[in-house]
């Protein structure tokens, strides 16, 4: 079967910088992305990772090893802004069909 | 200048009851999709339609029924409506070639009492 893990929750402070890894099994792999979502809004698209690296967009970035099954986002200068639920999810077939991730709770501490 | 945009943004009902969401997008994409959001904020996609055609169809009951008139909207018709059907369902759409980056709707939570 398909499986995203993620860890259900980080705290981090402020100014900080926090790592929110995913782990994939699925029966296919077409990439990895990762999508936002703040309490009582819809989720929205932050990256997509299709090939092994670090890809760079402002304060976050996002990582991706396939051989290892494994990504993560990466935030940097964190706000109180960031307090939000972050989603992995991967393509399996290649076309347009996402499987999400349990979601990982961050929150944003002074 | 609202991308994806759903209506209604909040359903309540009664078990039993016929419901519909409709959801129209105004990116130009060709593709549309219907997600269920659980109260443990688990997302799973419904359904999916690439230019008025059925592509992705999960296992849903068949009480859920999806109507894509034109490509710039999906609607969802769900029939009998059960306590379980409680859930917010967002909208979402992309571009045929780029399934990765979709835009949500801002989500209906739909509540059966």
């Known amino acids: 079967g398909q499986s995203l893990e993620q860890p259900s929750e980080v705290t981090a402070v402020e100014g900080a910088i926090v790592q929110i890894n995913c782990t994939y099994q699925t029966s296919g792999f077409y990439g990895l992305s990762w999508y936002q979502q703040h309490d009582g809004g819809a989720p929205t698209f932050l990256s997509y990772?299709?090939?092994?690296g670090l890809e760079e967009t402002g304060r976050f970035s996002s990582f991706l090893s396939r051989s290892d099954s494994y990504g993560y986002l990466l935030l940097q200068e964190l706000q109180m802004k960031d307090s939000a639920s972050y989603f992995c999810a991967v393509n399996e077939g290649g076309g347009n069909k996402l499987t999400f991730g349990t979601g990982t709770q961050l929150k944003v501490e002074l | 200048d609202t991308a994806v945009s759903q209506t209604p943004k909040y359903l309540v009902t009664q078990m039993g009851n016929d419901k519909s969401i409709k959801c129209e997008q105004n990116l130009g994409h060709d593709t549309m999709y219907w997600y269920k959001q659980d109260s443990k904020k688990f997302l799973k996609i419904m359904f999916s339609?690439?230019?008025?055609?059925?592509?992705i169809n999960e296992t849903v009951p068949n009480r859920f029924s999806p109507k894509s008139p034109d490509k710039a909207h999906l609607n969802l018709h769900i029939n009998s409506l059960e306590l379980g059907d409680s859930a917010v369902y967002f909208c979402?759409?992309?571009?045929?070639?780029?399934?990765?980056?979709?835009?949500f709707g801002p989500g209906t939570r739909l509540t059966v009492t």
């Open positions: 339609y690439n230019n008025k055609e059925l592509i």
């Open positions: 990772n299709a090939l092994d």
């Open positions: 979402a759409s992309s571009p045929r070639t780029s399934g990765n980056e979709q835009y």
